[in-house]
């Protein structure tokens, strides 16, 4: 069982916005604004999409944003495209060294 | 150009050994802390390791602990898992990463590691 709890799927139209939620404690998510999310499309390795909560590295489409409210981060997909069909997962510092992964979210674009 | 290249993973009895190796170019691989992250088949994600970059500091998985060995040859620009008394559990893709400031930025394509009699 992951440490941080996401939805197993969300789904969406293309053009429509999506957001996957990332629950976690006091002492993760809620504790560190050291958040991430990746995605993974099937049979490839993870791409990083967001960092630090709301950062995107270059390259990444402004379409995807980040935020967090307590101990809750969110994943947010505006003008969802066919691309974007893939597996989501948040991961956050936790203190003492560790590092936690959602369980992972699958995204069907409709 | 960042590359990140597993090898070493293969098929191993239960309570064998396996070395996995990550080579690393277009990074200033001796300034970055490196982690290795598995994902066994149809599962998420699990963070194994990491090491500082110089080597000095090295943590953990409760799950690896004890069995799993993270090393890193700057001047080869390479890191390594050496992965002891393994468990079916263990069947997994490893991927390394390199981490910056809690995040995994650069990602290798993986190697599969699959713990089987």
């Known amino acids: 069982q992951s440490a941080l709890t996401q939805p197993r799927s969300v789904s969406g139209s293309p053009g429509q916005s999506v957001t996957i939620s990332c629950t976690g404690t006091?002492?993760?998510?809620?504790?560190?604004?050291?958040v991430s999310w990746y995605q993974q499309h099937p049979g490839k390795a993870p791409k990083l999409m967001i960092y630090?909560?709301?950062k995107r590295p270059s390259g990444v489409p402004d379409r995807f944003s980040g935020s967090k409210s307590g101990n809750t981060a969110s994943l947010t997909i505006s003008g969802l495209q066919a691309e974007d069909e893939a597996d989501y997962y948040c991961c956050s510092y936790a203190g003492s060294s560790l590092r936690e992964f959602g369980g992972g979210t699958k995204l069907t674009v409709l | 150009q960042v590359q990140l290249v597993e090898s070493g993973g293969g098929l191993v009895k239960p309570g064998g050994s396996l070395r996995l190796s990550c080579a690393a170019s277009?990074?200033?691989?001796?300034?970055?802390?490196m982690s290795w992250i598995r994902q066994a088949p149809g599962k998420g994600l699990e963070w194994v390791s990491y090491i500082s970059s110089s080597g000095s500091t090295t943590f953990y998985a409760d799950s690896v602990k004890g069995r799993f060995t993270i090393s890193r040859d700057n001047a080869k620009n390479s890191l390594y898992l050496q992965m002891d008394s393994l468990r079916a559990e263990d069947t997994a893709v490893y991927y390394c990463?390199?981490?910056?400031?809690?995040?995994?930025?650069?990602w290798g394509q993986g190697t599969l590691v699959t713990v089987s009699s």
């Open positions: 990463a390199r981490e910056s400031v809690w995040t995994f930025d650069y």
């Open positions: 277009g990074i200033a691989f001796s300034d970055f802390y």
């Open positions: 630090d909560v709301s």
């Open positions: 006091s002492s993760d998510v809620g504790g560190y604004d050291y």
